[in-house]
Structures are given as structure tokens and as C-alpha cells.
């Protein structure tokens, strides 16, 4: 796509998130694309409420090909809420050099120029660890991350085998661990599958009260599949944004047998 080309997205984007066919199609949404080169791909979606979105893409399915725009209606509540994709072609976990502040900057523009009063961030795998570890770089007042990477240094997680040939091509580590970036101020939610292939991840996350963690029963990486079967992936997202952590621990329990994995701050919502 061209720069400043508009899409109209039907359904979620990317390969983690499919629309059920047996749910009627939302209504479009106008995307424009920002910037698509070897880089950084960006988009943009200008909404009419005081919050800004910024949506993280995963690694996708097909690695031949740059990430493609994830989440896109879940991400604006529908093209209510203002929202900046972005996709890393290079699937560096952010390791490029300086695309960690690259990327800040560009959010602190999109915040300048919306005059977004709340900033929150999502993302899935790769998207979910870009999420996190972001928040040590500029202002999200809430991050949820869906079945994130902690960190892809082989000296971190000798006994993870996936993703290895894109790591392979990664030539220093730079951004270690997503742990050692999530800010304080910044209320981090992560949700996990339990399968065992999961646990190299999991057991980085470090146990703070800005973080909440929900493990997810019978579920592997595929969690957005997984919530979004359950009927309940819109709304797991806006508790999250709103943070009422009681309400989505109720929600998650309720429809995925979800268990807290970690307890909530001091003042949480009831």
C-alpha cells in the first residue's frame, strides 16, 4: 500500500484473530496507511474519543511476508477510540537500532496531535512483548499482552525452540527481557495459555503490583483465537483499558476457566 493510501478493515487483520461467520460483519472502518518500508510499517485510525490505541502486530503466519495490521477493529472499539498500528517487518523484538525510541517518538506525535488523554497499548507474541517492553520508552497507562514473548535471547531462554530462524538473524540482543522494561507507572496486563511450550515465557514474567497475570487452561499461543471463540475478546480488551481488573478476572474465570495468577494493586476497581 502506497503512503497515506485509506483501507477499510472488515475484520480483526491478521492471521490471530478470525471473524466467526456466524456473527454479522461490524461496520468498516477507515485505516490509512503511514509508512510501509523494510523498517516499520504504520497505520493510523482517527477516532472521536480521548483515547489513543497503540496496536502491535505478531510475527504471523507467514514469515516470507512483512506482519500484517492485527486487531484492527478490536483495537478502536469499532472506530470509536483514535489508534496507531504498528507492524516490525524486520521481526527484530525491537533489537534494530534505536526503533525502540523510534517508535516513542512517533506515539508521542500521534498523542500530541489527538490530545489523547489515555494512552493503552496491545499486542499479541511479538505484538504483546512490543507492547511491554515500550511502556519503558514512552507513556501507556494500561498495556495488555496476549501470549507475549518475555524475552527471544537464546541466553534467556535456551529451551524455547520457536521463532528460532528469526532470531538467528537478530545480531545482538538489545532488548533482553521485556520484565526489564515494563514501567511502574504503567498497569500491565498478560494473559498466557498453560501448554507447556508456553512456560519459557511465563516464568519470566516477573510478579509486580502493576501486573496482573491470567493463565488460560488448554490454551497454547493461540489466545486471541481462543478469547475470540469465546465470544469474548471486545471485552476483554476494554476491561483491561479501563482497568477493572475484578471484572475481567470475573469474565475470564467465567468463560475460560481463567485463573489470577498474580494479585491485584492496592485501589483496583470493584
Not at 44 to 60: D, E, K
Not at 95 to 110: D, S, T, Y
Not at 206 to 219: E, G, K
Request: glycine share 6%; aromatic share 6%.
Amino acid at each position: 500500500m502506497a503512503m497515506g493510501e485509506m483501507m477499510r478493515a472488515e475484520g480483526q487483520g491478521g492471521a490471530a484473530a478470525p471473524v466467526a461467520a456466524h456473527r454479522p460483519p461490524r461496520p468498516e472502518i477507515q485505516i490509512e496507511t503511514l509508512r510501509d518500508d523494510r523498517r516499520l510499517r504504520v497505520w493510523r485510525h482517527r477516532g472521536q474519543s480521548n483515547r489513543l490505541v497503540v496496536c502491535f502486530s505478531g510475527v504471523g503466519r507467514d514469515w516470507r511476508v512483512p506482519p500484517r495490521l492485527e486487531l484492527a477493529k478490536t483495537a478502536c472499539a469499532a472506530g470509536r477510540d483514535h489508534a496507531l498500528y504498528f507492524a516490525d517487518p524486520a521481526r527484530s523484538w525491537l533489537n534494530a537500532p534505536l526503533l525502540a525510541e523510534e517508535i516513542a517518538g512517533l506515539i508521542e506525535a500521534e498523542v500530541a496531535r489527538t490530545g489523547a488523554t489515555q494512552v493503552v497499548a496491545l499486542g499479541h507474541s511479538l505484538g504483546g512483548f512490543s507492547a511491554l517492553v515500550l511502556s519503558g520508552f514512552t507513556r501507556f497507562d494500561v498495556v495488555l499482552a496476549l501470549s507475549p514473548q518475555m524475552s527471544i535471547d537464546p541466553a534467556l531462554v535456551p529451551d524455547e525452540r520457536r521463532w528460532s530462524t528469526l532470531r538467528a538473524r537478530i545480531p545482538a540482543f538489545r532488548i533482553r527481557a521485556a520484565s526489564d522494561h515494563m514501567a511502574r507507572a504503567t498497569q500491565h496486563y498478560v494473559l498466557f495459555g498453560t501448554a507447556a511450550r508456553e512456560t519459557p515465557q511465563r516464568r519470566l514474567l516477573r510478579p509486580a503490583p502493576n501486573v496482573q497475570c491470567f493463565d488460560l487452561p488448554r490454551v497454547r499461543h493461540d489466545s486471541v483465537v481462543r478469547i475470540h471463540q469465546a465470544g469474548v475478546l471486545d471485552e476483554v480488551v476494554q476491561l483491561a483499558f479501563a482497568g477493572r481488573t475484578r471484572r475481567l478476572r470475573q469474565l475470564l474465570r467465567d468463560r475460560m476457566k481463567a485463573v489470577q495468577a498474580a494479585p491485584e494493586p492496592e485501589g483496583a476497581e470493584a
